[in-house]
């Protein structure tokens, strides 16, 4: 049981011709649940997804197999093997999300691309001691990047805009980045030991696949709830870009990470953004809609997010 909305996006993911007219009240019914979320707290549960089980179950297997290689293994494609494109492992505590080392380890994924000069991009490091993670991370990609476009077309909708007001504009060609997270039990005399610190996402939307062992707190109006693995769903919260662009009637959420399980615990958050040269300008006035259309930066979306990342990172960042 959550406190937070489950949500089924399936009408949202037709795509037969014959079926999009009659599919419309569905849509509008999913895009009011998914306005009324957004408005709240910001996060909600995705459920009639699409996504096959097995693709899951194959991300998972193959997760753990590769936190399970010694240090010095998943070492060999460390962060600073992955140049600009920032692919690649960190150790525990490497990561400093809200100013301070988090208690895991993670990979850092994007979508595959030969090497180039812009940063964030280029190819992914896969680990040679486990193969299956190279397809089961790619095709993970693929099916995100496709559920992603239909929740912003709910977005969009909940919005009074076109459906297709994002996928044909901000994230026509999207930012896609990908975390596989692998959070040790927290030491159960220390409170103040959190796997990740309290943050907001800095992008447009993240979808989370979360195991069975829970952990993610989220700051809504009415305080501190939990957000507990649900079978078969994504958890999904929009990011500090959308909030921008609406003017803060959707909300970016603060939330957290702590590993009390006794397990170990692995999750895979999915982060879907604007294009790297996207200008992303207001979102259009709409009668109704509170928002002032002002975003506090000027310049690309690429270079937003790369002063966000940079604090995470930021001896990774200098040497770049």
């Known amino acids: 049981m959550s406190e937070l909305p489950v949500i089924d996006v399936s009408p949202l993911l037709a795509t037969d011709p014959d079926l999009t007219a009659a599919a419309g009240p569905a849509k509008r019914a999913v895009a009011e649940a998914i306005g009324e979320a957004c408005r709240d707290s910001g996060f909600f549960y995705v459920s009639g997804h699409g996504v096959p089980p097995e693709l899951p179950r194959r991300l998972d297997a193959a997760s753990r197999r590769f936190f399970a290689l010694p240090e010095e293994v998943k070492a060999e494609i460390s962060m600073e093997r992955g140049g600009k494109a920032w692919r690649g492992f960190f150790p525990v505590g490497g990561e400093l999300t809200s100013g301070r080392p988090d208690l895991k380890e993670g990979i850092y994924f994007g979508a595959e691309e030969p090497p180039g000069p812009l940063p964030l991009h280029g190819p992914n490091l896969f680990p040679a001691q486990v193969p299956e993670l190279r397809d089961a991370v790619l095709d993970h990609l693929g099916s995100m990047t496709a559920l992603a476009q239909a929740v912003m077309s709910g977005i969009a909708l909940s919005l009074g805009l076109d459906e297709d007001y994002f996928r ?46 829970g952990g993610l707190q989220v700051r809504t109006p009415r305080g501190w709830i939990e957000a507990p693995p649900l079978e078969n769903t994504f958890v999904c919260n929009i990011g500090d870009m959308l909030d921008k662009l609406t003017g803060g009637h959707y909300r970016s959420t603060p939330h957290r990470v702590r590993n009390r399980s006794g397990n170990e615990r692995l999750s895979f958050p999915f982060f879907f953004d604007p294009g790297w040269d996207s200008e992303v300008p207001p979102l259009p006035y709409a009668p109704g809609h509170r928002w002032d259309g002002q975003v506090d930066f000027t310049g690309t979306y690429g270079e937003y997010l790369l002063s966000k990342v940079s604090k995470v990172f930021p001896r990774l960042f200098e040497r770049l």
């Open 168 to 213: 044909s504009g901000y994230t026509a060609q999207p930012t896609v980045l990908f975390r596989i997270f692998h959070y040790p039990p927290a030491p159960p005399d220390d409170p103040d030991t959190w796997g990740v610190g309290e943050h907001t996402d800095y992008g447009l939307l993240t979808l989370l696949l979360q195991d069975a062992n």
